[in-house]
């Protein structure tokens, strides 16, 4: 089984950047597709991307569009999450998932890493 591990969070100034990785253990990762959500204080889990199998095929909420690009490596178990022009309202704990498809909701997603926090200071 997949664990996953996120990292790369911290905080930044509005208009900044930072790249999220994902990295898995197991030799399963190209198996599974994956995606990033973020969860804000005293909000819900939000979709933020997620990618395929194999990288062909990208999806973004609204909110992101333009700003983040995730892509996987799946010779390094890695996903990662490039956040370009940041503002305040990303500012949340951003979680990697794995699951059986690159679907826009969380229960649909198998496993789960610990998350990272990130912070935009306007």
């Known amino acids: 089984q997949v664990q996953l591990v996120e990292s790369g969070g911290g905080s930044v100034q509005a208009g900044g950047s930072l790249r999220l990785s994902c990295a898995a253990s197991g030799r399963t990762f190209r198996n599974y597709h994956m995606g990033w959500f973020r969860q804000a204080p005293g909000k819900g889990r939000e979709f933020v991307a997620a990618i395929s199998l194999y990288g062909d095929n990208t999806f973004y909420a609204d909110s992101v569009k333009g700003r983040f690009t995730v892509s996987r490596d799946n010779a390094k178990n890695t996903m990662y999450l490039q956040m370009n022009s940041l503002k305040p309202e990303d500012t949340a704990v951003y979680y990697c998932?794995?699951?059986?498809?690159?679907?826009?909701?969380?229960?649909?997603?198998?496993?789960w890493g610990q998350g990272t926090q990130v912070t935009v200071s306007s």
């Open positions: 998932a794995a699951g059986s498809g690159p679907y826009f909701y969380s229960t649909e997603y198998d496993l």
